[in-house]
């Protein structure tokens, strides 16, 4: 299983970061993707880890202020989020395992002054 950590409420321009930790399977074996989901709106792709040396494809609209990282010997993936905005306001989930069958719970993340 995967299980986030980290959402809470935050002011607009600050940092914040996500946590996923994984149990039950390899994390090492498999690669993360971060997806969010805003009220209303639907599930979209925030970030996608495409190479085992960390190389990772983001979204448009958090390129350069997100950044994605793992730590193998703890089994967690992090998104590092930074100037976060109104927009960003939303249930952040992370993907991995075979086919990406495996999601977290999702961790709520509130932007708002």
């Known amino acids: 299983q995967l299980v986030e950590s980290g959402g809470r409420l935050v002011q607009p321009g600050v940092s914040l970061t996500l946590s996923c930790t994984a149990s039950?399977?390899?994390?090492?074996?498999?690669?993360v993707k971060w997806y969010r989901q805003a009220p209303g709106k639907e599930r979209e792709l925030v970030a996608h880890?495409?190479?085992?040396?960390?190389?990772?494809n983001y979204a448009d609209f958090v390129k350069g202020r997100f950044t994605v990282s793992r730590d193998t010997t703890r089994q967690t993936a992090y998104l590092q989020m930074n100037d976060l905005k109104f927009e960003d306001t939303a249930v952040y989930y992370c993907?991995?395992?075979?086919?990406?069958?495996?999601w977290g719970q999702g961790t709520q993340v509130t932007v708002s002054s």
């Open positions: 039950g399977f390899t994390f090492t074996n498999y690669l």
């Open positions: 880890m495409i190479s085992d040396d960390g190389r990772t």
């Open positions: 993907n991995s395992g075979a086919f990406y069958s495996i």
